[in-house]
């Protein structure tokens, strides 16, 4: 059965360091999202992704993040300078008709 | 904008037994999904079950089942005959229905433990 796969399961950062976390979506799939949960926390939206651009994004989302499909599997989340409160489980999911979305395993964030 | 509440940050329940999970939403759109989504100790969100809105009939997988309320916006997650498998954190999440590939919205998750 075809997955959401997500590199690395965990990363550790400095502070102020960028971060790349990594997804590949289900291949068919058009619509592509991050999302993020704080320890504890409910799972909160970042991005959505349709046709090569940015369909939606929240107020978490700022200038401080992007996101990218390089090539026509990965689909990518930059943090360009990390803080400690980026510290999160960071969730990529996919969709074929925007309808039922698909979570990889998430990557564990640490930002020391 | 849209809201998801879940009242019980905590339930248990005995295995075999029924436990029914609270949601609750506010919305003014028309056309939408409803989700629960169930997250345990590895934190993989799982997908256990899906309602559109404009579908009166409840939606029923397996041992799991809901109570859609429209009008009163409620969305309750209902597992029969517990198992000790479904320990785990549940959210209950909505969906605005669009060509866009709608952002779903989580509720704060209710922490279900099934005891032997």
């Known amino acids: 059965e075809p997955e959401v796969t997500q590199t690395p399961s965990h990363q550790v950062t400095q502070m102020g360091q960028e971060v790349i976390l990594r997804c590949v979506p289900i291949s068919n799939h058009l619509y592509f999202y991050w999302y993020r949960q704080i320890l504890g926390q409910k799972v909160e939206f970042l991005v959505s992704?349709?046709?090569?651009?940015?369909?939606?994004k929240s107020e978490i989302f700022d200038d401080q993040f992007s996101v990218e499909r390089p090539d026509g599997s990965n689909f990518t989340l930059k943090i360009r300078s990390t803080k400690l409160e980026d510290s999160a489980m960071y969730f990529c999911?996919?969709?074929?008709?925007?309808?039922?979305?698909?979570f990889g395993p998430g990557t564990r964030l640490t930002v020391l | 904008a849209q809201t998801v509440t879940q009242s019980q940050p905590e339930m248990s329940v005995q295995e075999a037994e029924t436990v029914t999970l609270s949601c609750t939403y506010d919305t003014s759109e028309n056309n939408y999904y409803l989700f629960w989504y169930k997250q345990p100790p590895s934190r993989q969100m799982i997908l256990v079950i899906r309602q559109e809105a404009y579908k009166q009939q409840n939606a029923t997988e397996n041992r799991f089942s809901v109570n859609f309320q429209k009008a009163a916006k409620s969305f309750s997650l209902k597992i029969s005959d517990s198992q000790l498998g479904d320990t785990a954190m549940y959210f209950c999440?909505?969906?605005?229905?669009?060509?866009?590939?709608?952002?779903?919205?989580f509720g704060q998750g209710t922490e279900l433990s099934v005891k032997p």
């Open positions: 999911a996919s969709s074929d008709w925007g309808n039922e979305q698909f």
């Open positions: 999440a909505f969906m605005k229905k669009d060509n866009q590939g709608g952002k779903l919205i």
């Open positions: 992704f349709y046709n090569n651009e940015i369909s939606e």
